[in-house]
């Protein structure tokens, strides 16, 4: 079945939501922040109500807020804190990134999409490095932190650079992002089984 023009262009939106929903999982605000320059310059088209990251005090706003989220994680004792933070609102930021971009079909048809794949991969994407985090800071007392901050930030900022020119290759780039992480999760949960039952 052929799609229609906005049929493929809702498609993309969709994908291009989802990938900065991915990235957002890494890094709340570069993501954001790249949603909000592509926005000014025409790259993307908001949905109604969205308009307003398109500001240039939203640039402002998200710019600072990115170098000090970014910042923040090559802390040692900082970046576990801001991991309690960023759980809850990656997801938040995950929903408002896909939601900001779909425009043309229901709304209770694009909360849905926005917060079970936006919010929802941002969250799981957030979950799994946190998990990746922990591992880090157990078996190196903190030091190896420094590279799963790069890997992080690195990963945001590709997922959110595709996701605005190549909506595809970031949403294939996001499952294997998250199959990646889920796979090291259950290692660090595996792992954190059996010294329970070793413990014992």
Request: hydrophobic fraction near 60%; glycine fraction near 8%.
């Given at each position: 079945?052929?799609?229609?023009?906005?049929q493929l262009e809702m498609v993309?939106?969709?994908?291009?939501?989802?990938?900065?929903?991915?990235?957002?999982?890494?890094?709340?605000?570069?993501?954001?922040?790249?949603?909000?320059?592509?926005?000014?310059?025409?790259?993307?088209?908001?949905?109604?109500?969205?308009e307003w990251i398109a500001g240039?005090?939203?640039?402002?706003?998200?710019?600072?807020?990115?170098?000090?989220?970014?910042?923040?994680?090559?802390?040692?004792?900082?970046?576990?804190?801001?991991?309690?933070?960023?759980?809850?609102?990656?997801?938040?930021?995950?929903?408002?990134?896909?939601?900001?971009?779909?425009?043309?079909?229901?709304?209770?048809?694009?909360?849905?999409?926005?917060?079970?794949?936006?919010?929802?991969?941002?969250?799981?994407?957030?979950?799994?490095?946190?998990?990746?985090?922990?591992?880090?800071?157990?078996?190196?007392?903190?030091?190896?932190?420094?590279?799963?901050?790069?890997?992080?930030?690195?990963?945001?900022?590709?997922?959110?650079?595709?996701?605005?020119?190549?909506?595809?290759?970031?949403?294939?780039?996001?499952?294997?992002?998250?199959?990646?992480?889920?796979?090291?999760?259950?290692?660090?949960?595996?792992?954190?089984?059996?010294?329970?039952?070793?413990?014992?």
């Amino acid at each position: 079945m052929d799609l229609t023009r906005e049929q493929l262009e809702m498609v993309f939106a969709v994908l291009t939501g989802i990938g900065l929903s991915a990235a957002c999982g890494f890094r709340i605000f570069l993501p954001l922040l790249a949603l909000n320059l592509a926005s000014m310059y025409g790259l993307v088209g908001l949905a109604p109500g969205f308009e307003w990251i398109a500001g240039y005090q939203v640039t402002m706003a998200f710019g600072i807020a990115t170098v000090l989220e970014i910042v923040a994680y090559y802390i040692p004792w900082l970046d576990n804190i801001m991991d309690s933070i960023a759980s809850p609102v990656s997801v938040i930021a995950g929903t408002i990134a896909t939601a900001s971009l779909i425009t043309d079909i229901p709304s209770s048809l694009k909360w849905t999409i926005s917060i079970v794949a936006g919010g929802g991969i941002a969250g799981l994407l957030q979950g799994a490095t946190v998990a990746l985090r922990a591992k880090s800071t157990i078996f190196t007392a903190g030091l190896g932190n420094f590279l799963v901050a790069s890997f992080e930030l690195l990963a945001s900022a590709i997922v959110a650079f595709l996701s605005l020119i190549l909506p595809i290759a970031a949403f294939i780039l996001a499952l294997l992002l998250i199959t990646y992480c889920l796979i090291l999760a259950r290692r660090v949960y595996m792992k954190k089984k059996r010294g329970r039952g070793e413990a014992a």
